[in-house]
């Protein structure tokens, strides 16, 4: 199939092609130098923005914490809905839509993947469910295992190579595509009734630390060649003072980067930017977020 999308405004960051007016070929769904007009479909796009598929890494669409605030939250059903038109689906939902109306909208705002990126492993066949019925967009889910207790028990005895090995039999089983790391050690410490306050502190039970879990799994991450990096929502989200945590927590994987190469994904960083001592001295700290990013290869962050 040929297709002909003209007088577009082109917007193409890796070919240095931004807001030109041109037009783009399409054969068999690759881009191309040019097609046939005569056989090609053609849309006309002037007055529109022609631009790569976007891809959010960080969108919260399936899977039981997802559907806990659907519970929460019957009155989206009321609030916001979609109807059935000749193309599309019916659907719902305000703070938390509907698996169709999730991927219409995505569809139409320019996206064409969408990554959710917490899967408890035990609910991973009910969240492939719902990604399988989220239309338009292609997806990936990430499981939850920076407080799974086998990770712990193989880090505990830096079992790094056997920790690899159970990490790439949990990736396989729940179809999952990267390490998702969620307030490191302090899961396992609230089973205990507590948390840890720095990565630093002592993890129940296992006697290690969140320190030793993110470097852990940055390794396990490593030797499997995984395609994205260890995917991190640091310790004291959306506390004041955070920001020396979250910081801490990029220092802690520098050495264990390759050049030019992130090592560590830092998660919704707006909500562990926070400098001030208490909620009333609390003020942002993104200035030394941003410092340290810029100067520092091994970091992504959203």
Not at 241 to 252: P, Q, S, V
Request: net charge negative; charged share 25%.
């Amino acid at each position: 199939m040929e297709l002909l999308i003209k007088n577009g405004f082109v917007y193409d960051p890796i070919n240095d092609v931004n807001g030109e007016k041109m037009d783009i070929a399409v054969k068999d769904g690759k881009i191309v130098e040019s097609v046939d007009e005569r056989n090609a479909k053609v849309i006309d796009a002037s007055g529109m923005i022609v631009m790569p598929g976007g891809v959010d890494i960080h969108c919260h669409i399936a899977g039981s914490e997802v559907n806990a605030g659907r519970l929460l939250r019957p009155e989206d059903h009321f609030r916001d809905f979609e109807r059935k038109t000749a193309v599309t689906r019916s659907g719902v939902g305000y703070s938390i839509p509907s698996t169709f109306t999730t991927g219409y909208r995505y569809a139409r705002m320019g996206y064409t993947t969408i990554m959710n990126p917490s899967m408890p492993p035990l609910e991973a066949k009910h969240t492939h469910e719902e990604l399988s019925d989220t239309p338009m967009v292609d997806k990936a889910t990430y499981p939850l295992l920076g407080d799974w207790w086998f990770v712990l028990e193989y880090l505990k005895e830096n079992q790094i190579e056997e920790c690899a090995r159970h990490v790439a039999w949990m990736i396989s089983s729940t179809k999952g595509y990267a390490i998702k790391i969620v307030n490191p050690g302090g899961l396992e410490a609230w089973g205990f009734g507590r948390n840890v306050r720095s990565i630093d502190d002592q993890v129940p039970y296992f006697d290690i630390t969140p320190r030793d879990i993110l470097r852990g799994l940055c390794k396990v991450n490593k030797l499997l060649n995984l395609p994205h990096t260890i995917h991190v929502h640091t310790n004291n989200l959306g506390k004041p003072g955070n920001y020396i945590t979250a910081i801490e927590t990029m220092k802690c994987v520098e050495d264990l980067a390759e050049e030019g190469k992130p090592a560590i994904h830092i998660t919704h960083c707006q909500f562990c930017a926070f400098k001030g001592e208490d909620w009333k001295t609390m003020e942002s700290g993104a200035a030394e977020i941003a410092k340290y990013v810029n100067a520092h290869s091994h970091v992504t962050l959203d």
